[in-house]
């Protein structure tokens, strides 16, 4: 009896994803719930699980586009245990106990029969996606390397991934850093057959039993797995620039390793990309593939003027490309106001402290203005309309996208039905997007399906702008620097903290009435607060 596995939702708004490859091959002994393939959304990667031991039959081939629902698979009835090759980690984290030299040998056998080469490819990465760029080379020509072990880093529409190698091996080098590499293009390829991870992982057992803590290191991964607590070679190479111990950081890849994102959040984010020629390296005991991290090398080039180049990254180049497009397909029109702040300032500096305590989060700007802006799509809701085709998207709810400065970009987190919170509840939420951002931890669905958004230059001294539409929405809510200024009060001349605020619209479905009032009360919410509570 066959079991059919079918490709599974992910994601609200998407309707085919890509199979960029397969884990396990046509014909392999599968246990339940192992990852037999990876699936490839606009902007995401899903692993695709066996839903019961048996046998594998594929049906799609990788490459293919799959609408959700689609048949990727068969799994025949027949018992199915974990695959083999799993069982020499565990082998070779046991092993220790016995003589270093030996530990090897049973991983080893595995793949020996794994002969001749093997070519890797650019993957799926994305929907849209033709084309990546090679950021760097974790491993170099002529390395050895373990079965998926990250060998690159590939850059792509708004994410940085890394290339695994499809099987262990000697790596041969095709394409060189700073390439652009169309999707399905050779990268390298892997040569014969080598010892697979638990050999790797064995080398830091050696050096640390020369310093006297080989039954402490030993039998630590035997507990575990061999992956547990072992930064991967990006993650490696930042931890050991930084001096941090790879010990003190959590894991939150495969089996407990720490990967590259895990190693970002012990650093400040300015000094992630510093130092490439690795000058300040450390090795420590506790650094367990500082000797597999190679300098980085230089991209940028430099003349005797002080001229200097750098490739746009595919990031930036998405970003130009889609700030480009909204410009071109849409009406874009600005109106613009201004906000006397006295009168939140004044609640802030009287409220900050008792608010702080039974919350346990500040009271920002945010939280009020994003509190205006739900009240005033209320009356106005084609500020929060979307076009779709030939048709008009109106909501019922305010999902209010928040800009926010990430490492490497910028990135737009939804708070969803930001309407129906608190401005205790908003804060919390700003604060919790905030740090994933920093931290590039925001997943697809926290980036996606937003009905109006928020852009604060003012924390960066801007006084005045135009923001550029968040596209499909309609609209966005520009906030800028608070400067006190000279301004008449009943025939008076006093000086308030004033905010210059700017809405950008697509006249296409907003008119100027509706983009001037839903501005006007947006300015009379924030001028008298009170109102925010008692929803008049």
Known sequence: MSLEIKVPPVGESITEVTLSRWIKKDGDRVAMDEVIAELESDKATFELTAEKAGTLKTIAKEGDTLA?????????????????????????????????????????????ADGGSLQVKVPTVGESITEVTLSRWIKKDGDTVAMDEAIAELESDKATFELTAEKAGTLKTI????????????????????????VTAAKPVAEVTAAGNTATVAAAPAEKTYASGTPSPAAAKILAEKGIDPISVPGNGVDGRITKADAL?????DLVSENPQGGNR????????????????????QDARGERREKMSSLRKTVARRLVAVKNETAMLTTF??????????????????????????????SFFTK?????????????????????????FADISIAVSAPKGLVVPVIRNADSLSLAGIEKAVAALAVKARDNKLTLEE??????????????????????INSPQSAILGM????????????????????????????????????????????QLLEDPARLLLGV
């Open 447 to 468: 980036m996606t399906g937003g009905t109006f958004t928020i852009t604060n230059g003012g924390v960066f001294g801007s006084m005045m702008s135009t923001p550029i």
């Open 337 to 366: 106001n201004e906000v006397d702040m006295s009168p939140i300032m004044e609640l802030r500096s009287k409220y900050k402290d008792k608010f702080k305590e039974k919350h346990g989060v500040g009271l920002g700007f945010m």
């Open 175 to 198: 394409a060189k850093e700073g390439d652009v590499l169309p999707i399905g293009a050779v990268v390298c390829t892997i040569e014969g057959a080598a010892s697979s991870e638990p």
């Open 282 to 301: 450390k090795p420590e005991a506790g650094s367990l593939k500082v000797e597999v991290a190679s300098p980085k090398p230089e991209v940028k080039t």
């Open 68 to 112: 959700i629902g689609a048949a990727v698979a068969s799994i025949e009835e027949g018992g199915a245990s974990v695959p083999v090759k799993e069982a020499a980690p565990v082998q070779a984290a046991a092993a220790p106990a016995q003589p270093v030299a030996a530990t090897p040998a049973p991983a080893a056998s595995a793949p020996a």
């Open 372 to 396: 205006a802006v739900c009240e005033a799509l209320k009356e106005w809701p084609s500020v929060g309309a979307r076009i779709d085709g030939e048709e008009v998207v109106y909501s019922s």
């Open 265 to 269: 959040t012990a650093v400040t984010a």
């Open 480 to 523: 800028h620097n608070i400067i006190e200024r000279p301004v008449a009060v009943n025939g008076q001349v006093v000086i308030k903290p004033m905010m210059y605020v700017a809405l950008s619209y697509d006249h296409r479905i907003i008119d100027g009435r509706e983009s001037v009032s839903f501005l006007v009360r947006v300015k």
